[in-house]
């Protein structure tokens, strides 16, 4: 037994080796039926997804609505191929509007063989250290070391979750998007110099709570467009973000498909059986 370092994350292998995941293939996956759940920490996500479907030429993605606030029958009646959803207490269960992870997956997996659900593992409220956050300028004073290591407790929390409700269901059908990891990193970038047009971290959001600002809200979509569709957005034309020049999407694109397809949880990495 051993510990694989995956794009930052360790995980526990018996035997085998990691299997170095591939960009897309060139014919586009076909479109899913996603309904997209969440507040103001996540929606953003959906039409940064339906941009890039575009781009990517998949024909058949649909956007499913609620009917009405928390009325999940699209989902029991079999209408949904994909439940995404987000929230900046992510780390909580049930998942929202006191209906537990585990009766939607099994109401999906019911109507629909083939459902997945996937959960935004965002950044942490004041990184972390919220009694010290006053100001959108005190994230400049964040320790990167502590913000990853006050995420990965928070994460590594959240999947033993995932693996309740997968072992539940007998297969991998709840997975995570790790956004939170993917703005650590790119905050790195930010402190390296490696950026363009960026120099703090305080850049980055919107508030001191932190709600994202453009940058994180264009990487955000890039991450769950790449886990949704097991696909690169590398070389993607978006005509959301106008603020945004060409290198900085260039860099985000490349930085959500690093960090989601070698993540274990995101369901593309995959490693070998003995």
């Not at 940058?215 to 949704?228: E, P, R, W």
């Amino acid at each position: 037994m051993w510990l694989l370092s995956v794009g930052g994350f360790l995980t526990m292998v018996t035997q085998g080796t990691a299997q170095e995941p591939k960009p897309s293939a060139k014919s586009p996956p076909k479109g899913l039926r996603v309904l997209f759940n969440g507040n103001s920490w996540f929606n953003f996500v959906p039409g940064g997804v339906a941009d890039q479907v575009k781009a990517a030429g998949i024909e058949g993605h649909k956007e499913v609505r609620f009917p009405k606030p928390n009325d999940f029958s699209p989902i029991e009646a079999g209408e949904v191929d994909v439940y995404a959803h987000g929230v900046h207490w992510w780390m909580e269960v049930p998942w929202v509007g006191g209906t537990a992870a585990e009766k939607i997956t099994g109401m999906g997996l019911k109507a629909n063989p083939n459902f997945r659900a996937y959960y935004h593992a965002a950044w942490l409220v004041g990184d972390g250290r919220a009694k010290d956050i006053k100001t959108k300028a005190d994230y400049d004073d964040s320790k990167l070391a502590d913000v990853q290591a006050a995420l990965d407790k928070t994460r590594m929390g959240v999947e033993a979750i995932v693996d309740k409700l997968n072992g539940k269901f007998g297969k991998k059908v709840v997975f995570l998007v790790p956004v939170g990891d993917a703005t650590v990193k790119l905050r790195e970038m930010v402190l390296d110099g490696k950026y363009p047009g960026v120099k703090k971290q305080s850049e980055l959001w919107s508030d001191a709570m932190p709600h994202a600002g453009v940058h994180v809200m264009a990487l955000s979509g890039y991450c769950h467009f790449a886990a949704i569709y097991r696909t690169s957005p590398i070389g993607l034309k978006l005509s959301r973000f106008k603020e945004l020049t060409d290198a900085q999407h260039a860099i985000l694109q490349k930085l959500a498909w690093e960090t989601v397809s070698k993540y274990p949880y995101a369901g593309i990495a995959k490693i070998n059986a003995p």
